[in-house]
């Protein structure tokens, strides 16, 4: 195994606990790169493929948390959801500046005609009460376009109200900071709710809108899409298995999108090109399947050697270091090592920086390789 950046080497597997604990704290705090080995063949010149990169990033990057009245709502009907939802994250452009974070995942739901989620439940029950509670962005929410939400009725609260305002702001960040690694967006594409509005449905019309409203904020030569990786093998699977990943500094400054979706809405996506001809989002799918080059596994202590086969064959794998703060509460890094000695390459945590009310548990990373600036 291949090492892109100075440090001491670490073991592929982890033996036990005492050996964990002290390659988790290693990386911690001296700062380690770790190489992960594939099928394909390094590059001559020693350059890092993407799936080489180890990167942190952030789950419902855009949420705020419900305000008191709100909570207590959700709280009363679905206590566990209560307490997972109850973080707040930075907004977007101090994700990727202050905390060196470099994939984002967004929730969206269609709003083709605008003002669809503009009067939330939650809001509605406050104000016959008489209790405080509010709406930011009210005039965006009330436009046609995709809404970044986590849950139209009750947990409402974003930093950022629609899908062309996240990326606007990851491109401003990206045109200051060129040399950037690839940013990886996760999207999720919803059509549920707890509450009314009924959400609509992703469908061909739908997805047709998610990729215009890309292309109007980055530009093709901004995005790597499924066409860069696969090249001129039949199938992405192929490309990933016997080229690789692309480079690292041949796509700097560039995004990645990934849906986050299984199930029916990927294969309604998938359904005009098994190996995503044109798309711009990749899909998470089954390691034999044409369209095979990123997978889903969220569980690194249940799925932990099913990653270390994706990752050692190639793919690029995007799993959780903890989840609906319960580790958080708990001061419990062992999903963090787990997803560590996995190999996975996207690790996505709810408190990426230290929060006061769970002072036993901090996630960090070494900066994204060959950037510059702060």
């Given at each position: 195994m291949t090492q892109p950046s100075t440090g001491p080497r670490c073991r592929r597997g982890l033996g036990d606990k005492k050996r964990s604990?002290?390659?988790?704290?290693?990386?911690?705090?001296?700062?380690?790169?770790?190489?992960?080995?594939?099928?394909?063949?390094?590059?001559?010149?020693?350059?890092?493929?993407?799936?080489?990169?180890?990167?942190?990033?952030?789950?419902?990057?855009?949420?705020?948390?419900?305000?008191?009245?709100?909570?207590?709502?959700?709280?009363?009907a679905t206590p566990a959801e209560a307490r997972a939802i109850d973080c707040t994250q930075r907004p977007i452009p101090e994700q990727l500046d202050r905390l060196s974070l470099r994939h984002l995942e967004l929730d969206c739901y269609r709003d083709p005609d605008g003002g669809m989620f503009a009067q939330p439940l939650g809001l509605t029950l406050a104000g016959a009460v008489g209790q405080p509670s509010a709406l930011e962005?009210?005039?965006?929410?009330?436009?046609?376009?995709?809404?970044?939400?986590?849950?139209p009725g009750f947990d409402f609260r974003t930093t950022v109200p629609t899908l062309r305002a996240a990326l606007r702001e990851v491109k401003a960040w990206s045109d200051a900071h060129p040399r950037h690694v690839p940013i990886?967006?996760?999207?999720e594409l919803k059509s549920d709710a707890y509450a009314p509005p009924q959400p609509l449905p992703w469908n061909d019309e739908g997805f047709a809108e998610l990729e215009a409203t890309i292309l109007a904020v980055f530009p093709r030569e901004r995005i790597l899409a499924p066409d860069d990786v696969?090249?001129?093998k039949p199938t992405l699977r192929e490309a990933v298995a016997g080229v690789g990943w692309p480079k690292v500094d041949a796509h700097r400054g560039k995004i990645v999108c990934l849906m986050d979706n299984e199930g029916g809405v990927r294969?309604?996506?998938?359904?005009?090109?098994?190996?995503?001809?044109?798309?711009?989002l990749f899909t998470s799918v089954a390691a034999d399947h044409p369209a095979a080059a990123f997978m889903k596994r969220?569980?690194?202590?249940?799925a932990h050697d099913e990653i270390r086969r994706l990752v050692d064959a190639g793919f690029l794998?995007?799993?959780?270091?903890?989840?609906?703060?319960?580790?958080?509460?708990?001061?419990?890094?062992g999903r963090f090592?787990?997803?560590?000695?996995?190999?996975?390459?996207?690790?996505?945590?709810?408190?990426?920086?230290?929060?006061?009310?769970?002072?036993?548990?901090?996630?960090?990373?070494?900066?994204?390789?060959?950037?510059?600036g702060p």
């Open positions: 604990t002290w390659w988790l704290a290693a990386l911690m705090t001296v700062g380690i790169s770790v190489a992960l080995p594939g099928p394909a063949a390094e590059p001559e010149d020693g350059a890092l493929r993407i799936d080489r990169l180890r990167l942190l990033g952030t789950h419902n990057s855009y949420h705020i948390a419900p305000d008191p009245f709100v909570a207590r709502l959700i709280a009363s962005w009210q005039d965006e929410l009330a436009e046609p376009g995709i809404k970044v939400i986590h849950s990886f967006l996760l999207l696969r090249g001129d294969d309604a996506y998938l359904a005009n090109s098994d190996v995503l001809a044109g798309r711009l969220n569980d690194p202590q249940g794998v995007r799993t959780r270091v903890d989840a609906g703060l319960e580790e958080p509460r708990r001061g419990d890094l090592e787990r997803a560590l000695s996995s190999g996975a390459q996207l690790l996505s945590t709810d408190l990426p920086e230290p929060d006061t009310r769970f002072p036993g548990y901090l996630i960090t990373l070494p900066r994204p390789p060959g950037e510059d």
